[in-house]
Nanobody
Framework: VQLQASGGGFVQPGGSLRLSCAAS????????MGWYRQAPGKQRELVAV???????DYIDSVKGRFTISRDNAKNTVYLQMNSLKPEDTAVYYC??????????????WGQGTQVTVSS
């Protein structure tokens, strides 16, 4: 199972970005999908998660600004980020808890995409 993330970049405060992450490979099922981020000198933190049924959860600092969604037919998860702040600057990683045809459920990670918010 491979995850390919895209959509990061540079944006001014108040701007928007949309991240995408597509899972591919011999996938039997995908449970939760989520986005984590890691800022310089800080631990990786869970930003948002969406279950296979569409339930979502967010860390407090992004509630009302970020929206996570998924397209189960495409095995893709999205993160719409609005009203971006400098403190949102980080490398963003997508995650999928998936079961391949040949093995047990485990966590898979995308390669990370840089988001920089600065004036």
């Amino acid at each position: 199972v491979q995850l390919q993330a895209s959509g990061g970049g540079f944006v001014q405060p108040g701007g928007s970005l949309r991240l995408s992450c597509a899972a591919s490979g011999s996938i039997l099922r995908i449970n939760d999908m989520g986005w984590y981020r890691q800022a310089p000198g800080k631990q990786r933190e869970l930003v948002a998660v969406v279950t296979s049924g569409g339930s979502t959860d967010y860390i407090d600092s992004v509630k009302g600004r970020f929206t996570i969604s998924r397209d189960n037919a495409k095995n893709t998860v999205y993160l719409q980020m609005n009203s971006l702040k400098p403190e949102d600057t980080a490398v963003y990683y997508c995650n999928a808890r998936a079961q391949p045809y040949w093995g047990p459920v485990q966590d898979y990670w995308g390669q990370g995409t840089q988001v920089t918010v600065s004036s």
